[in-house]
T-cell receptor, first 109, second 118 residues
Framework: KQEVTQIPAALSVPEGENLVLNCSFT??????LQWFRQDPGKGLTSLLL?????REQTSGRLNASLDKSSGRSTLYIAASQPGDSATYLC????????FGPGTRLSVLP | GAGVSQSPSNKVTEKGKDVELRCDPI?????LYWYRQSLGQGLEFLIY????????KSGLPSDRFSAERTGGSVSTLTIQRTQQEDSAVYLC????????????????FGEGSWLTVV
């Protein structure tokens, strides 16, 4: 059974810092690894999807990497802004999407 | 539609009552998922519909929970004899292909139905 964990559970940083969010999964037989953002009281918004054959994906200030063999993915956020404050979830796609518990990010102005 | 639509957005019900939650996926999406998220917790998989195949019900927590998908589109999640521990936000999502693993397949979420059982 796939299990997904995320570290740290919460993170508070001053504006402008670069930061890394970590995601680990136990079963490396995945098709995709996807990162989402969830704002309070809202649904999930997809940020980046990395296919199993890929190593990383980039979108603006976001960069996600995938190392299937070690069961790890990282989300790198450059030059963080207060608007980045949200919960970030990763999901490993095998037979269905298994989500991690999320990292709550607060970027202080 | 433009996105995944869920209704009601908020529901307060008395313990023991039945509730129905509705999900209207993105037009043309063949896969539909239900997840539950309790306060401060991660997403818990409930059920997955894929095309015309039998749904994956492995995540339903008890026989009080059931879901159906009519005509390959709209889905209804039904919770019978609600309990206080059923209080959560119920998220519906859809994706464009039913075969997981197709390159670039991604999942789109609705805003959720917030259920409070009192």
């Amino acid at each position: 059974k796939q299990e997904v964990t995320q570290i740290p559970a919460a993170l508070s940083v001053p504006e402008g810092e670069n930061l890394v969010l970590n995601c680990s999964f136990t079963d490396s037989a995945i098709y995709n690894l996807q990162w989402f953002r969830q704002d309070p009281g809202k649904g999930l918004t997809s940020l980046l999807l990395i296919q199993s054959s890929q190593r990383e994906q980039t979108s603006g200030r976001l960069n996600a990497s995938l190392d299937k063999s070690s069961g790890r993915s990282t989300l790198y956020i450059a030059a963080s802004q207060p608007g980045d404050s949200a919960t970030y979830l990763c999901a490993a796609l095998g037979q269905n999407f298994v989500f991690g518990p999320g990292t709550r990010l607060s970027v202080l102005p | 539609g433009a996105g995944v639509s869920q209704s009601p957005s908020n529901k307060v019900t008395e313990k023991g009552k039945d509730v129905e939650l509705r999900c209207d996926p993105i037009s043309g999406h063949t896969a539909l998922y239900w997840y539950r998220q309790s306060l401060g917790q991660g997403l818990e998989f409930l059920i997955y519909f894929q095309g015309n195949s039998a749904p994956d019900k492995s995540g339903l927590p008890s026989d009080r929970f059931s879901a159906e998908r009519t005509g390959g589109s709209v889905s209804t999640l039904t919770i019978q004899r609600t309990q206080q521990e059923d209080s959560a936000v119920y998220l519906c999502a859809s994706s464009p292909v039913w075969r997981l693993g197709i390159s670039g397949n991604t999942i789109y979420f609705g805003e959720g139905s917030w259920l409070t059982v009192v």
